[in-house]
C-alpha cells in the first residue's frame, strides 16, 4: 500500500508499482473497438504506460495529449493510456481531440491490472479508480522507470518518462 493525495487529502492506493528492472506483469485490456491488446503483444517494442483515473478530468485529458505529442517522435514506442473509462468514451475523447499516436485501453473487463501494477486506490472519492502513474517498459519487457504521481491533481515527470527510453 502507496499513500498519495487527492487535493491534498490522503488516499491508499493497494500496492505498488513494479520495481525498476522486474518483469513487467503482462495484462489483457480492451481497445476502443472492443478487442483486447495484451502488454506481451508489444514484445520488442518501448511501451508508456500513461494511467489515469478518468478522461473525464482536465488533467488525464492533459496527460493523454501530451503524450500523444511526445508519441509521435518516440521511436519503436506505443503509448498506452489506460484507465477505467469505458472503451466508447476514450473512442469519443481521442476522435474529438485527434489524437492518433496513442492507444487508449480500459480495466473494465478485467480489473488485475490494477493489482498487478499496484494503482488501485482504495479509499477516498476517487476509490476504484487507478491512480495517476506512469511505467515505462523496454522492448525486453524489463520495467525502466515507474513514477506513481504523490498529488492526483498533478500532471507526470513527462520528460523523466520519456528520457527513460532508450
Known amino acids: 500500500m502507496t499513500k498519495i493525495t487527492f487535493k491534498g487529502n490522503p488516499v491508499n492506493t493497494g500496492g505498488s508499482l513494479p520495481d525498476v528492472g522486474s518483469l513487467a506483469p503482462d495484462f489483457s485490456l480492451v481497445k476502443t473497438d472492443l478487442s483486447e491488446l495484451k502488454l506481451s503483444d508489444l514484445k520488442g517494442k518501448n511501451v508508456v504506460l500513461n494511467i489515469f483515473p478518468s478522461l473525464d478530468t482536465g488533467v488525464c485529458a492533459a496527460s493523454v495529449r501530451r503524450f500523444n505529442k511526445e508519441a509521435s517522435s518516440l521511436n519503436n514506442t506505443t503509448v498506452l493510456c489506460i484507465s477505467a473509462d469505458l472503451p466508447f468514451a476514450a473512442g469519443r475523447f481521442c476522435g474529438a481531440e485527434g489524437l492518433e499516436n496513442v492507444v487508449t485501453l480500459?480495466?473494465?473487463?478485467d480489473h488485475s491490472f490494477a493489482d498487478k501494477y499496484g494503482v488501485l486506490m482504495t479509499d477516498g472519492p476517487l476509490h476504484g479508480l487507478?491512480?495517476?502513474a506512469v511505467v515505462v517498459v523496454n522492448p525486453e519487457g524489463r520495467v525502466?522507470?515507474?513514477?506513481?504521481?504523490?498529488?492526483?491533481a498533478q500532471e507526470p515527470d513527462y520528460e523523466s518518462a520519456i528520457n527513460s527510453i532508450v
Do not use: D, G, K, Q
Request: cysteine-free; glycine content about 0%; aromatic content about 12%.
Open 106 to 109: 480500459s480495466t473494465f473487463r
Open 130 to 132: 487507478l491512480a495517476r
Open 144 to 152: 525502466v522507470y515507474t513514477e506513481l504521481v504523490p498529488e492526483i
